[in-house]
């Protein structure tokens, strides 16, 4: 069964930071683009960032400069190191996973999601 599985979460103060984890079990994604989406209440779920199978990324424009996703292949997992937080980031966090290597940023992309997290930033 595959599985991915979030943790990192928590409260933060503006300004502050957190890293995500996202933990990959039931198959290998060493070779599948992965991503990062949130969804804030009463909002659509939208794309943060997503990277390849050899790193290249591409991030949300509300949080270039601030967030990094990376990847650790050996490990199955990837990461979204987050900076200088701000309030408006405060969402539930969910990683997915796509069957193919190509880098994409709409949900209907990714086949496989995780349970999601939750981080919300105090101002």
């Known amino acids: 069964q595959v599985q991915l599985v979030e943790s990192g979460g928590g409260l933060v103060q503006a300004g502050g930071s957190l890293r995500l984890s996202c933990a990959g079990s039931?198959?290998?994604?060493?070779?599948?683009?992965m991503g990062w989406f949130r969804q804030a209440p009463g909002k659509e779920r939208e794309f943060v960032a997503a990277i390849t199978w050899n790193r290249s990324t591409d991030h949300a424009d509300s949080v270039k400069g601030r967030f990094t996703i990376s990847r650790d292949n050996a490990k199955n997992t990837v990461y979204l190191q987050m900076n200088s937080l701000k309030p408006e980031d405060t969402a539930v966090y969910y990683c997915?996973?796509?069957?193919?290597?190509?880098?994409?940023?709409?949900?209907?992309?990714?086949?496989?999601w995780g349970q999601g997290t939750q981080v919300t930033v105090s101002s």
């Open positions: 039931g198959r290998a994604f060493d070779r599948n683009a």
């Open positions: 997915a996973a796509r069957r193919y290597a190509i880098l994409a940023t709409t949900r209907s992309a990714y086949n496989y």
